[in-house]
């Protein structure tokens, strides 16, 4: 039992955060023959349940709640990948229809 606020923590006594979770993550990728695309720190499991959510119409800012960010906007570099996803639960534009 800890009252760490961490998501990632040792799991022996003591447990307090996991350190050098960055170095741990790409090591493990790496001999796993996992090669993502850009960045590829523990970051990119937050990236790949943000577009996860976004599939399944999970609006922006529940998303953005779940990710623990406080605006929407903090949220969008999380989604500017998914442009595809995006643009399935894009609103239509009123008045845009005429110019189609």
């Given at each position: 039992?800890?009252?760490?606020?961490?998501?990632?923590?040792?799991?022996?006594?003591?447990?307090?955060?996991?350190?050098?979770?960055?170095?741990?993550?790409?090591?493990?990728?790496?001999?796993?023959?996992?090669?993502?695309?850009?960045?590829?720190?523990?970051?990119?499991f937050r990236?790949?349940?943000?577009?996860?959510?976004?599939?399944?119409?999970?609006?922006?800012?529940?998303?953005?709640?779940?990710?623990?960010?406080?605006?929407?906007?903090?949220?969008?570099?999380?989604?500017?990948?998914?442009?595809?996803?995006l643009r399935?639960?894009?609103?239509?534009?009123?008045?845009?229809?005429?110019?189609?």
């Amino acid at each position: 039992m800890t009252d760490a606020r961490e998501i990632f923590l040792r799991t022996r006594a003591p447990y307090r955060k996991l350190d050098k979770l960055y170095s741990v993550v790409r090591r493990r990728l790496r001999d796993a023959g996992v090669q993502p695309p850009g960045k590829c720190g523990p970051h990119i499991f937050r990236h790949a349940r943000a577009v996860e959510m976004l599939r399944v119409a999970v609006p922006r800012k529940v998303i953005g709640d779940v990710l623990g960010h406080r605006s929407t906007g903090s949220t969008a570099p999380y989604l500017k990948l998914a442009t595809e996803d995006l643009r399935a639960i894009a609103l239509d534009v009123p008045g845009m229809e005429v110019l189609a």
